[in-house]
């Protein structure tokens, strides 16, 4: 086991990390539940979060037409529900609020290539070479790398060559490398899906990944998720039904190395955005009572929001100074 992991943090840590990624008081302007991707944007920063529409058809959803407008915090909080519609709006809206931050120090990949969608995959081609590699996810032209790796793709709906998701129980302990899609966050495999892969070099990738550099502690050992390029065509194209295509429209890849010198800096950055935001509240907290109102601060939620955050964000990053930092 790598000296930098904790394999075994508990599967609901996860959830209040990605909470806590939404702590603001931003709403959402517009939100779109595409055939493939489902998309939320804020009303502040026009920040845009996406996340896989769930593989289940539906005639109807009784939400339908009150989320525009609804506090993002509210529709975050839809990550714990077991409804996959649900769960995948949460998700499109923590990444919402995740991508109005700095982004991770990270590689970007090219966009021009036939198959952008596995870009992520042809970065790490020369790596693979006589590795055992599993794939949770069936990517669109995967197939190409069979007889280049010793590829084995798990799909919960199995295409020609996929096995079931079951197999990942038998797969996975013995894989050398995984690149596990970020759908299942939301649908909540991960936790189990990321213990499995401990022995692994293990990749998060797909436009669900959320920016996120607690990860690590799960095993992550790469984080592949996206960027917008183009806001209006990501839109466009994902409310017309688009799936690979938003690569060649909207979106580009970016791969951020969770290694423990790469996820310090990125930890003591979102350190020092949350402290100055907790300075912030604090003194408009202070204003108000020095106002001489005598009710609760409007804002207080808020202000005990930022408090947990700053508080986890502190216990993620001892861990890498007591390893690492010295």
């Not at 923590?94 to 290539?113: E, G, K, Q």
């Not at 060649?248 to 969770?258: D, F, K, M």
Request: proline content about 6%.
């Amino acid at each position: 086991m790598l000296p930098n992991r904790c394999l075994h943090a508990a599967p609901k840590h996860l959830y209040e990390l990605l909470l806590d990624a939404c702590s603001g008081a931003t709403k959402a302007d517009r939100l779109m539940i595409g055939l493939v991707w489902t998309l939320c944007q804020d009303d502040s920063q026009g920040s845009i979060g996406l996340a896989m529409s769930p593989a289940i058809p539906t005639r109807t959803l009784p939400w339908s037409g009150t989320l525009t407008g609804k506090p993002i915090t509210d529709l975050a909080a839809w990550i714990l529900d077991w409804e996959p519609y649900k769960a995948t709006v949460a998700m499109a809206a923590i990444n919402c609020c995740l991508n109005s931050r700095t982004m991770p120090a990270s590689v970007v990949l090219d966009t021009t290539a036939e198959h952008a969608n596995l870009a992520v995959f042809e970065h790490f081609l020369p790596q693979l070479s006589g590795k055992n590699v599993v794939v949770i996810g069936h990517y669109p032209g995967i197939e190409r790398y069979q007889n280049k790796i010793r590829l084995t793709v798990l799909e919960r709906q199995p295409q020609l060559g996929d096995l079931p998701d079951a197999a990942a129980e038998f797969l996975l302990p013995t894989a050398d490398w995984v690149f596990l899609s970020a759908s299942t966050i939301p649908n909540k495999t991960f936790p189990r899906l990321a213990e499995l892969s401990g022995n692994a070099k293990t990749v998060l990738m797909g436009p669900t990944v959320p920016w996120l550099p607690q990860l690590h502690e799960f095993g992550i050992d790469y984080l592949a998720g996206v960027e917008i390029t183009d806001a209006a065509a990501l839109h466009h194209t994902a409310a017309q039904g688009g799936g690979v295509r938003i690569f060649q429209t909207g979106v580009r890849y970016r791969i951020a190395e969770l290694a423990p010198a790469n996820s310090m800096a990125w930890l003591r950055q979102q350190i020092a955005d949350c402290a100055a935001e907790k300075q912030r509240l604090t003194i408009a907290m202070e204003s108000w009572y020095g106002a001489g109102n005598t009710r609760r601060y409007p804002d207080y939620q808020l202000v005990e929001q930022t408090n947990a955050r700053l508080s986890r964000l502190d216990s993620s990053y001892k861990p890498l100074w007591d390893l690492h930092g010295h």
